[in-house]
């Protein structure tokens, strides 16, 4: 999916919860005690919703049997890969004016924002419209070769209602790319985490672990570490951050003075809630246990993240408080429950390993009548 191909560039400014009040104390104004807690609120908020959602969504992708998954090995390299990619920016930033390097990237996501804003809203224009108006289909075809070696190019499958969607979601894309609001940024960025939790799955228990043990070290580096993070952070303009201003109660919705939520942040713990959400539709027992207490752990981290930004004025690595939350919360649960086994036997896609199993006993059936 094309959502995937800008998660390098999430997980690169992950640590970009930074509050811009204490850098922009000798500028700004400072912001009163109740704009500060309206802008930390909604960032909660708008932290939660992609991964509720997402992984609901998650669901209902994953019996499509048409998911990307991530694998161990991919969970081990990404922290490396990600590193490589932070590093890499902070190095053009440095060589290359940035208005210039925004420039090409504002209409790299300006696209990506516009097909993930399109994909959500697409189900929501379809029950918006009256059934009496007519949803013509359309199918876009267009394919290489002929007979057994023939492949299809592109393959795309889409309606009059989709066409509406993408038509309001350009407006959307205009307005951001005219004026950058901050809103506009968020419906943006709010779609990037939706799509991200939705389309990207762990294959399993351990490989989430994996991944969020190793960004746990990657965000802890290159935030105390280095200035990279909070440099990179700072010079990077595209929607891949939540941004809610401190200011908005004096000042509305000109107010400029941001607190903000990278959405590494965000889509990083999301997969490995959504898989735990899949592994409770697995148990198909009453309660969705493990998703409640860990999506309760993920909220409870990112209020200490907060917390903690707030009182030193420091930029935080969220993923200091949200890895530990994430991942003690749910091994806590299985083994008060007596599920640790169930808990690291559980794969997205054991069903098509039985089903390749049955093929395989089948072929082998075959094959040993014949040569009877």
């Known amino acids: 999916m094309a959502y ?19 850098a922009n104390a000798t500028v700004k104004p400072p912001s009163t ?15 939660l919703l992609p991964i509720f959602f997402g992984s609901y969504r998650s669901v209902s992708f994953h019996k499509e049997q048409k998911r990307e ?12 890969m990600a590193s490589f990619a932070l590093f890499g920016l902070y190095i053009i930033f440095k060589l290359f004016s940035k208005e210039y390097i925004n420039l090409l990237l504002t209409g790299y996501f300006f696209f990506l924002g516009v097909l993930a804003l399109t994909h959500i809203l697409s189900p929501v224009v379809t029950k918006l419209v009256p059934s009496a108006i007519p949803n013509v289909k359309y199918h876009i075809l267009f394919t290489n070769g002929e007979g057994e070696s023939k492949q299809d190019i592109i393959n795309y499958k889409f309606s009059s209602h989709d066409i ?4 309001c979601c350009l407006i959307v894309g205009a307005w951001y790319l005219v ?17 991200a939790v939705e389309l990207l799955h762990l294959n399993n228990v351990v490989t989430g672990c994996i991944l969020l043990s190793g960004l746990f070290i990657y965000d802890i580096f290159w935030v105390f570490g280095t200035d990279v993070m909070v440099t990179v952070a700072k010079s990077f303009e595209a929607p891949i951050k939540l941004v809610f201003p ?30 735990l959400l899949r592994f409770d539709h697995s148990l198909k027992r009453q309660s969705n246990l493990y998703f409640h207490a860990t999506f309760l752990a993920y909220f409870l981290g990112l209020m200490a993240t907060i917390f903690v930004m707030h009182m030193f004025k420091h930029a935080q690595p969220a993923l200091l408080y949200l890895v530990p939350a994430c991942l003690g919360t749910p091994l806590a649960v299985a083994l008060v429950k007596g599920d640790l086994t169930a808990l690291f036997k559980y794969e997205d896609n054991q069903d098509e390993k039985e089903e390749s199993k049955k093929e395989e006993k089948q072929v082998k059936t075959t094959e040993s009548k014949k040569v009877k």
């Open 179 to 195: 004026q950058k609001h901050w809103v506009a940024n968020n419906l943006f960025g709010l779609a990037f985490a939706i799509n």
């Open 4 to 22: 995937a191909s800008v998660v390098n560039y999430i997980i690169a400014q992950t640590g970009e919860n930074v509050n811009e009040t204490a």
């Open 246 to 275: 401190q200011d908005l109660l004096t000042h509305g919705l000109a107010a400029n003075n941001f607190a903000m939520l990278g959405l590494g942040d965000i889509v990083v713990p999301g997969i490995f809630i959504a898989l």
């Open 69 to 80: 998954t991530m694998t161990t090995k991919d969970a081990a390299m990404f922290p490396i």
């Open 164 to 167: 509406v969607a993408l038509i």
């Open 33 to 47: 005690p109740e704009g500060i807690a309206v802008a930390y609120g909604s960032l909660v908020v708008m932290a």
